[in-house]
Each structure stands twice: as structure tokens, then as C-alpha cells.
């Protein structure tokens, strides 16, 4: 048991140094893990810039996921999006872990970071922080044949399938938010803020780190009774 113990340490460890801290107390033990910058796909980016690698953290999420020395997990959320399916591999697992999750939108949670926010159980977005739909881009080589255009509309939809099935929004109505003309300048798509993000179903509620920290702390109490 000593053994395990140890080895789930330091997994949990290998975590801390890839943007993440244990916060403890008491009663309870969470884990305080950040997705920030682009998300990173197959290719790697260039070292000027902050990114999150989907190869670090889907292993590091099995380990949070089977540690007995966390009880739930908190998602600082401040990105401006990259990878469709880095992103949605994230975002998957995220939504398919036992332990409670809680995520918060700090300055942008943009593109494929709406489906990383609503991936948690709950998710909190601060009032100041913005949050970008868009269809979804492509960059690169396209071939102009129906069968490129029909994979980008099955990627849409995986897309907006994850999103209205994680939050309270209507496929209807984000597809509005999706398509309109009126908002950004060289694209489609909306801005939203914190509230708007709320009022429109797509995140659970405006808050911060106190918030979450209440929300993980009552359900973990609600378990324990059970």
C-alpha cells in the first residue's frame, strides 16, 4: 500500500510540473489543473508560445482519475483555442471522469475551449472573461470537392453535439451564435461575455475560485454521506 501510494505521488507530481497544484485541507483534496494558451494537436508549436499538449494531459487525467488523494478537480480555463480533436479528446475525458470536476473561464475560453469549459460538471466563467463561437476553420490545402466540405460539416457537428449535450444551451440557438455576420470583423461567430455566456445556457454560472471550491466541497460532502 506504501507502494501505491508513493507511485500515485508521484504521478501526481509529473502533473504540478506540467501546470498543476494539489490544494489541500482538512476535509478534502483537489486538484487545481490549468489549460491555458493554444491547444496543442499533433504538431507541435513553436516555443514562443504557451500551449497545452492533449499528450501530456489525457494520461495525467487517468492519473487524477484513479489517485486516491484527490477527491475532485478544479479547470483554470484561459485559452484561445487550436486543435478540433486534441481539444474534444480533452474535453471527453473530462466529462467521463467519477470525480467531480469544476471549471472556470478566466480571461478567454475561445473555439475548442467552449467544449473544454462545459465539459466539467459545473462550469464558472469571471464576468470580465469572453468566450468565441465560431463554425470551424481550416487552414492548409483544401480540395474543392463535396467530400471536404461534408467532413467539415461532420466535424461541426461533432462539435456542437458535445456543447448542447454538456450545458443548457439549445443546438438552435447556439447555432445562431455559430453563424452570425454582425459581430466579428473578418469572420462569423459571436463574443460573449460572462453573463451573456449564462443568460444564453452555455456556461452554468457566473463565479470564481470560491464558487467552484464551494460547488466541489458540497458534493464531495453529499458522497461521503452516501
Not at 500500500?1 to 507511485?7: A, F, G, H, L, V
Not at 504538431?43 to 487525467?61: E, G, M, V
Not at 487517468?62 to 479547470?75: K, M, N, P, Q, T
Not at 443568460?199 to 470564481?208: K, M, N, Q, R
Amino acid at each position: 500500500m506504501e507502494e501505491e501510494k508513493k507511485t500515485q505521488s508521484e504521478g501526481i507530481g509529473d502533473i504540478a510540473a506540467g501546470g498543476g497544484i494539489s490544494l489541500e485541507n482538512s476535509s478534502d483534496a483537489f486538484y487545481c489543473l490549468s489549460i491555458i494558451g493554444q491547444i496543442e494537436g499533433h504538431y507541435s508549436l513553436d516555443n514562443t508560445q504557451k500551449t497545452t499538449k492533449y499528450d501530456h494531459i489525457l494520461p495525467l487525467l487517468v492519473a487524477l482519475e484513479e489517485s486516491e488523494r484527490v477527491d475532485g478537480i478544479i479547470i483554470l480555463l484561459n485559452t484561445l483555442g487550436g486543435d478540433v480533436e486534441a481539444g474534444l479528446a480533452i474535453s471527453e475525458l473530462i466529462a467521463s471522469l467519477t470525480k467531480p470536476t469544476a471549471s472556470i473561464v478566466l480571461g478567454g475560453g475561445h473555439s475548442i475551449g467552449v467544449p473544454l469549459a462545459v465539459s466539467a460538471d459545473r462550469s464558472f466563467i469571471v464576468p470580465s472573461a469572453t468566450m468565441t463561437v465560431h463554425p470551424v476553420r481550416t487552414s492548409g490545402l483544401v480540395l474543392g470537392v463535396p467530400q471536404a466540405f461534408d467532413y467539415l460539416d461532420k466535424m461541426q457537428d461533432r462539435i456542437v453535439n458535445f456543447i448542447t449535450s454538456h450545458s443548457s444551451v439549445s443546438e438552435e440557438n447556439f447555432r445562431r451564435l455559430l453563424n452570425r455576420t454582425d459581430v466579428l470583423v473578418n469572420d462569423i461567430g459571436s463574443i460573449l461575455n460572462g453573463y451573456e455566456a449564462c443568460e444564453c445556457g452555455l456556461i452554468d454560472e457566473v463565479g470564481g475560485i470560491k464558487e467552484a471550491l464551494a460547488y466541489l466541497r458540497s458534493v464531495c460532502a453529499e458522497r461521503s454521506k452516501g
